[in-house]
């Protein structure tokens, strides 16, 4: 507080600079007013009253020369300098200041404590929408109407939905209603079949019986709905029961078709990763699994496309196409997998999911929206979109479709499917509380990260390498975050949880470690030549064996996470990785034999852990057959590194170095030699996981199939190994052919 004592010495001081620096801005300004008000008050008065009250110079003689040639030199006079400016003194005046602050003083103070330290964030009310038209009909401003009869008038039939949205009265099944019998004549399937034959009926002849099919939708949500979670299970068995009770009627009048695609879809991926204690109790082999995996996956094909998922869009088509996705990539169809995966995301957009928001949102959503079941589920497809969408952009040029900042939809909630329910607010868990939802949303926040790889891969100069070692301590704490997510103390806790919570955990830490090798991939060849960049040698190497290990850690555990392509592909990044290390191992003078043949076993174990998933997925073929053709050329490259460059002009086939030609040749030779997904495998047999690995124990994999003399990769005799042997640059092919679905190649620009 200032007091009256102290302001004849502070407007005294205020006059050096070196003193008013000291002062607060508030006091200075005051300070700077009083002493102006003193020092203007102590001037003389020379203009005459007239002239000073227009403010026009006066030539200061009475009357005055302004005065006179305005007519007015009778008023000119001259202003009373002994007449007070103020009928309060000095010291009045600035005891009225000092009050005046005083009482500002007070007020600010009892307000601040009025004031919470963390205020509550500020709901978005209606009129703070964003400029973009929203999907929620019920909520669109005057503007977004006018759009929406452009857009009619432009094709968009979408908006013939919205505008009906209010009219709807069953929100959950809006978009797709039961089908009737029959193809349109101007449906494209009426060129193949009969345009008055009752389609729907003859999809659901195509189910297995009630059952079998039951036992199979329950292994379903028992055994595989955790790795994708795009359904709601309580919703999905009421439609089932429906569809079952239509199938013993011989009645198809309830049946959606939308629905049905989503069903065949749960049947085909029971039969495709089926286990043997079902096929026991279903009374069928595994090649008669696979054939009927490949029945009804044809026939979700046949419902979207009759159900025209192109044109009349609906939640359950993306479901469909979601787990279609999953079943395509095991058959080695990731090309299909990501031209329908760019249009599920169209109409997911179009369906208005990307704008979708919380559920903590103050908003009011359209009849089509209006179910907290149907918008949770929504969200859930969103995220698994994204998923996809981000998890596979460095493998097509490093694109994606979904921008962070067109994404206007929250996470889905840490809840059971038990928990929601039609007329009742979600009331969400904690983190640290294990839900259906926890490997869901950790692979959501891990994803997100490895998107940002992507946009540095993306961006013309980057950052350096100090990205890398910035990311890589995110990603390190993210991995120790893994326990808080399914609410454990320790990981290893979690790698003996067992059942789906034990397979949860361990791809999640599989899933961690393989965005840190990925990470730090581009620099691995020039880690070990350039101690700069050793740490990244190091953080693969140690990345690829704890991958590994991983999978090694529990038999009956990694027989079925092998099952799915992405775990395979992980384990096969990591064992290139670890080939790539031991062939620079053993060009490097003073290694240790047993150091190399530590490192051929742990590519032995990894060979024999893709085999038992060998029935099932052509990926995992393809692995095992490259796997072992560079196991069986190891031993012939020479370990002599070779600074041979290639000339200007010279063929690229005769500038080849003798490994560049062999994985060339090994690739082409897989090729040939692996099945197509839509052929009958040779490998599909009635083998189990369990009888594979007993082979395996009888029979070293490594020396069974390929012996020098049979082997196709035994190119000796064809005098590919003449040359000197392999360098750096040979490897950065190899990488570049074998792994060049994820990273940045060799030549990044990153510096340090």
Known sequence: MITRGKIGSLIHCHRSADTRRHFKPGYLLLFTLMNESIRTSSRPIQSCFQCRKRKIKCNRTYPCAPCLLRGEGVSCREVDRNAPSSSKSTAETLDDVLHRVGILERTVLRLSKSIPEDPPPISPRASDKSRIRSAYGATSTDEDVAMMLEDFAMGHRINRTRATQDFDTDPYNSTSAASSAGVSRYHPLSLLVDPAADVPARLVAILPDEARSRALVEFYFAKLEWYSKVLHAPTFLKEANVAFMQRNTHSTGLIRVSFLGVLFMVLCLSLHLIEPPICEHLGIDFPTASELSK??????????????????????????????????????????????????????????????????????????????????????VWWSLIFNDWSHAAAHNGTYAVHPSQNHTGFPANVNDADLVDGHAISEHPLEVYTEMSFSLARIRFVSLYREIVDEMNSPTGTGYSFV???????????????????????????????????????????????????????????????????????????????????????????????????????????????????????????????????????????????????????????????????TAEPELSAKPTSRKRSRGEDDTESEEPFERVVKRMILEASKNTSSPTSSSSHSSSYSPTMVRQQQQQQPVYQSSYTPSSSPWSLRDEGLFEAPGFGDTTMADLAGLLYNDYGWGEGTAYTS
């Open 295 to 380: 029945k009804m996956y044809s026939a979700a094909q046949a419902c979207i496309n009759y159900d025209d998922f192109l044109g009349a869009h609906s939640l359950e088509h993306l479901q469909c196409i979601i787990l279609m996705g999953v079943y395509q990539q095991n058959l080695d169809e990731a090309d299909t997998h990501w031209a329908l995966l760019g249009s599920a995301i169209k109409i997911a957009q179009n369906l208005g999911m990307s704008r979708l928001g919380s559920e903590s949102d103050d908003r009011t959503f359209s009849a089509s929206w209006r179910s907290v079941v149907k918008r949770e589920t929504a969200r859930r």
């Open 469 to 631: 070692t910035e990311m890589d301590g995110r990603l390190e704490r993210k991995l120790e975050e893994v326990p808080l997510y399914f609410g454990l103390g320790n990981l290893k806790a979690g790698m003996n949880a067992g059942g789906v919570k034990g397979l949860e955990v361990t791809l999640c830490l599989i899933m961690g470690e393989t965005r840190r090798l990925r990470l730090h991939r581009p620099f691995l060849f020039r880690g070990y030549k350039d101690r700069r960049y050793a740490e990244s040698r190091i953080q693969c190497i140690t990345s690829a064996q704890n991958i590994l290990n991983y999978l090694k850690s529990d038999d009956e555990q990694s027989a079925i996470l092998l099952k799915w392509w992405i775990v395979l592909f992980y384990g096969f990044a990591a064992a290139v990785v670890l080939f790539i290390d031991l062939c620079h191992m053993k060009a490097t003078e003073g290694t240790h034999e047993h150091a190399l043949e530590d490192r051929r076993e742990e590519l032995r174990q990894a060979l024999d852990l893709f085999k038992t998933a060998e029935h099932i997925s052509v990926v995992s073929r393809n692995a095992i057959v490259l796997l072992e053709g560079l196991l």
